[in-house]
């Protein structure tokens, strides 16, 4: 069976009572999975759920699904797929408006949130509150500005975003962003306000996995649930092909070593943080209902 590979960061062991009560509703666990790619993706996770809901037991599970429908986007039977294996909530990316069947599944399922900061035009809505054991848990989903296109500012957005999530026991961010400044800088901004800051997109987990001073967990990439074998999901010989050739080239998803990269965050107060460790494992070799790694039809 395969291990989930894991590091503990921990937090400051006592916090004022400042912080906030501790009770039943605010000890819970949160699994965070990065940008789920291509239906090896689908699979991976969907095959070690069960195993890390064993072993950590998670209150909530939220999922990053951007690239989840061939690699670009998500269809709403792929994420009523997720959301049936337990998902509490999807955030998505860049990819949002990839595939048009999912533009009115953003309006109706409220346990699918896009970049809070696109414009308010667009399908969707960025934020939402999912509960389980009687804690709430708001999920926000804010875009970089650098490098991608998101129609109003992260940093501003952000304000109204947590205003509109009301009470609840924690938050999580999830900043889908190209530059690690911004990333960091939103993890700055929001110590102390909120659960955690998780970063995704460069599909790529970063080691800076920390409970920022006042309690909030922070990374910069948590990274992608897909094919380590490939380049951030795609067969690694056309992305080779690409670069050395200048040339347009079809991408397909890579199937080679598919791995589950997220990060589980430990909580026993309101809005902060005891531990982030990283999650990094294979997709389990071959169970009754699922091919071994590596032989996807
Ligand atoms: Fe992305
Ligand atoms: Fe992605």
Redesign the pocket.
Known sequence: MAEPEAAAVRGPAARPAAAGRADQSTRVSILFVG?VVGSVGRRTLLDCLPILRERYGPTFIVVNG??VAGGLGITPKAADELLGAGVDAITL???TYHRREIYPYLDAQPRIVRPANFLRSQPGHGVCVVERDGARLGVVNLSGNLYLRAGRSAFTEIEVALRELGEVEHVLVDV?AEATSEKVAMGWHLDGRVTAVLG??THVPTADARVLPHGTAYITDVGMTGARGGVIGVKREQAIEALLTQMPIRFETSEEDPWLMGVLIRCSQPLRADSIEQVLMPRPAATPRSPAAGQVP
């Open positions: 940008d951007e690239n990316g860049n990819h889908h995704t997109h």
